[in-house]
């Protein structure tokens, strides 16, 4: 059974730091690019971050370039989002979802159930 | 950045009614590969979002076939034949076409 499971989320300080991780299994990880997509609560979703299969191409949302950072471990099936200099608008749920299917083509077939940041004093 | 927009925002429809949504995109979605990038999830309430529709009219695995979607280059619809209690949530366009990948905001089906 495929499962992405999100981790690290949490109550943070303005300008201070977090570390998602979501954990992969039930499907070939290095098979797949791997995104984070985020939502306010009672809100629409905003894409986030894009890596590719080995990492060597990563894409980011304007809003988070230069302080958040994707990567993944293929050899552990997890990926990541390292979060630096938070701000109050990035309070929101964090999912960790499969992108993109190299044999397939599919993408967006798989998403975790999410990890709440709220940055606050 | 691609704009989708997605109308209406919100339904109201009676057990076993149709549905229909409807999604545009500022610009074509088509690919140099000739597919098209767009995309139909749904959000139950308290779930993440999973899959529907896939590459405009390709129902993921496990959809019922009450949901089709149908469109081209910057206007797609997304239908459902005949509107089930467990339907509930709200309904997003996405295209990922280019980066930044981009949804639509949102719409809303509720049951009467």
């Known amino acids: 059974e495929v499962s992405l499971v999100e981790s690290g989320g949490g109550l943070v300080q303005p300008g201070g730091s977090l570390r998602l991780s979501c954990a992969a299994s039930g499907f070939i990880f290095s098979n797949y690019w791997m995104t984070w997509v985020r939502q306010v609560p009672g809100k629409g979703l905003e894409w986030v971050a894009t890596?590719?299969?080995?990492?060597?191409?990563?894409y980011y949302v304007d809003s988070v370039k230069g302080r958040f950072t994707i990567s993944r471990d293929n050899a552990k099936n997890s990926l990541y989002l390292q979060m630096d200099s938070l701000r109050a608008e990035d309070t929101a749920v964090y999912y960790c979802?499969?992108?993109?299917?190299?044999?397939?083509?599919?993408?967006?077939?798989?998403w975790g159930q999410g990890t709440l940041v709220t940055v606050s004093s | 950045d691609i704009v989708m927009t997605q109308t209406p925002l919100s339904l109201s429809v009676t057990p076993g009614q149709p549905a229909s949504i409807s999604c545009k995109s500022s610009q074509s979605l088509v690919f140099s590969d000739g597919k098209t990038y767009l995309y139909w999830c749904l959000q139950k309430p308290g779930q993440p979002p999973q899959l529907l529709i896939y590459g405009v009219s390709n129902r993921f695995s496990g959809v019922p076939d009450r949901f089709s979607g149908s469109g081209s280059g910057t206007d797609f619809t997304l239908k459902i034949s005949r509107v089930e209690a467990e339907d509930v949530g709200v309904y997003y366009c996405m295209q990922s076409v280019q980066f930044p990948v981009t949804f639509g905001q949102g719409t809303r089906l509720e049951i009467k």
């Open positions: 890596i590719l299969l080995d990492g060597g191409e990563r």
């Open positions: 979802a499969t992108y993109h299917n190299i044999l397939t083509g599919l993408r967006f077939d798989y």
